[in-house]
């Protein structure tokens, strides 16, 4: 039999807590029986649902935490409050002390990423983490980072960025170079940010095994899926990120209130029905629900705070899907690779105009 | 008789020149029989297309420019090749000398906007100029600015674009006080960057009589239409835009592969042909066609590059909106009052945490 998959979760983050949680927990577990759950939460919240599925209670250890961070708690409270002891903070330990491989939280990002760097800390030459979001494109997925992290990246911390999207690509879809690309604007006049360009020239000047540096890419590649990987840094990530939700919302409106206006759209509905069903799954936002903090010691998976169970087990499914296809092991991998070729390639690169 | 509404067009500019600019003006001065064209571009080109329009040919003059500015020049090309005498340039110049009260042209932005502003300069107490564009929104439109003129603003610069941003949607929605938000990233951590956080707080300790400032908003904010103007750097609100129209297309392709799939989703579609043209044309790109430059001391209209006649008319219509309703007259009008509001409220700024 192949090894199980530990999964920490914090079952008291997210709008809804324990109730959404558990049942997610249900879900994703029917899909891959090899995973076992440690759960961390307020044992009288959670015990109750857990009850409810069997199976999920005989692959779970529940272990109670006092504390729950709330989903409008500032980073540096969430610290003082709930080290050591809340719910977020125990899920993400497990993965440090090795009895997880992986935590999920639908907790609140701030809170989950100050918790997740220090605890975790963030790996040997890396000095920011990023989020990683999933984007569903007209070919299928791209990653996007860092959608939120951090706010601004000089180019060294880009192509950090670009290698750990590189080896989650790896990881996730199987490709064995993903295309990789910067975020830009494309006005000739300004030509983008200095650290946008001297992060591409480094690319260039300097091929890394892991990834294939395709170049800049603007906002519409993201819809089109024209690189596997998207770099950029946090403030711009995430507004392009909620930008997308925002107009996919906003169309979905438009599509709703059109064809419910007249008898004639509302026949050519019923007609169409499977259609507009099938539509409705590709546009929907649980089935890429869950970002991943890249360049920890340790992946953490954060999910939509205002998900459903079908929401969370789809995050659960992604940080399976991490683990099974050991997206740490594949980071450090590419990461002593970069580095072996820095120190190679130093030389030249100091007489070029660095 | 009300006064006419001069407007210059750049004949040369976009993917498809006069082809499309001068049925594009016939269009526009269907619905607008006050203008008067003055066409700039190579006469031998554009005086044929024109003989097909004896009406727009009534109420134009055509101005011979041996120079066309291709659609790849680089700005700094574009100068040098187009200064003085090219179809964009001049233009841009009947602007300044007043003949004409607006320019528009689909030429490419870079150029645009650096003509612009060696041209007409900027307008006393603004540092730099900013593209702003129509968004639709679910509630309507907005304004959204700057989506690419430059890159990063600092306090004072958000606040120039709140003021513009304030008098264009005053011109254009007839809106006596439209209120204001600035773009940022909602992750309590990091809180957003920082002259994003010092624009606000001066907002908020000094109230524009032109604009009722309504804090920070985020990218899926756009969409909703929560506020009438949205204010950003170039970088970030570039990449938004983009993305925006990146989404709209792929959800259009999801919408188009899903209804042509099977038979019930071809029938379903005739009968409800009718809303899926309304989303259509709720969705159609040509209809927000229009990059305002403001900020400069005259009006410049950027249409997209690859619009067709219906799309060019659309930047004209919108560039007789800005003349009809004195945009420029209301801008100069809102800055007087925030720099005289601003001496006056100097002394208690300065004792505070400025």
Avoid at 39 to 64: C, M, Q, T, W
Avoid at 76 to 104: C, D, F, H, N, Y
Wanted: hydrophobic share 45%; aromatic share 6%; proline share 3%.
């Amino acid at each position: 039999m192949a090894k199980t998959i530990p999964i920490s979760l914090d079952a008291m983050g997210g709008d809804h807590g324990a109730e959404v949680v558990i049942p997610g927990a249900e879900i994703a577990l029917v899909r891959h029986p090899d995973i076992r759950f440690q759960i961390f939460g307020n044992e009288k919240v959670v015990r109750p649902i857990l009850d409810r599925y069997p199976r999920l209670k005989a692959a779970s250890s529940l272990i109670h935490c006092d504390v729950a961070i709330a989903m409008d708690t500032k980073p540096s409270q969430a610290l003082r409050q709930g080290r050591w002891r809340s719910s977020m903070w125990r899920s993400i330990e497990a993965v440090k002390t090795g009895e997880a491989s992986v935590a999920v939280s639908a907790g609140n990002t701030g809170a989950l990423m100050a918790m997740s760097k220090f605890c975790l800390r963030t790996m040997a030459n890396i000095e920011r983490p990023a989020i990683a979001a999933i984007w569903p494109t007209s070919r299928g997925e791209s990653i996007v980072l860092d959608v939120g992290a951090t706010i601004g990246a000089d180019a060294q911390q880009l192509i950090d960025f670009a290698i750990l999207g590189g080896a989650m690509a790896r990881a996730l879809f199987g490709i064995e170079k993903p295309t990789v690309g910067l975020l830009n604007i494309g006005v000739e006049e300004v030509k983008g940010l200095e650290e946008v360009r001297t992060a591409g020239r480094l690319l260039r000047e300097t091929p890394l095994r892991s990834l294939s540096y395709s170049g800049f890419v603007e906002g519409d590649d993201l819809g089109k899926g024209t690189v596997d990987v998207v770099v950029t840094e946090g403030f711009a990530g995430n507004i392009a990120l909620k930008t997308a939700e925002g107009t996919a919302k906003q169309i979905g409106g438009y599509l709703r209130s059109a064809m419910s206006r007249t008898l004639m759209s509302r026949i050519g509905y019923l007609f169409a029905k499977s259609a507009f069903d099938r539509l409705r799954e590709k546009m929907d936002p649980r089935k890429v629900n869950g970002g991943v903090f890249l360049g920890l010691n340790g992946i953490v998976i954060k999910s939509h705070g205002g998900t459903d169970a079908e929401g969370f087990a789809a995050a659960i499914d992604l940080a399976y899907d991490m683990v099974r296809n050991e997206l740490t092991h594949k980071i450090a991998q590419d990461l002593v690779h970069y580095h072996r070729g820095r120190y190679a390639a130093a030389a030249p690169v100091l007489e070029g105009d660095l």
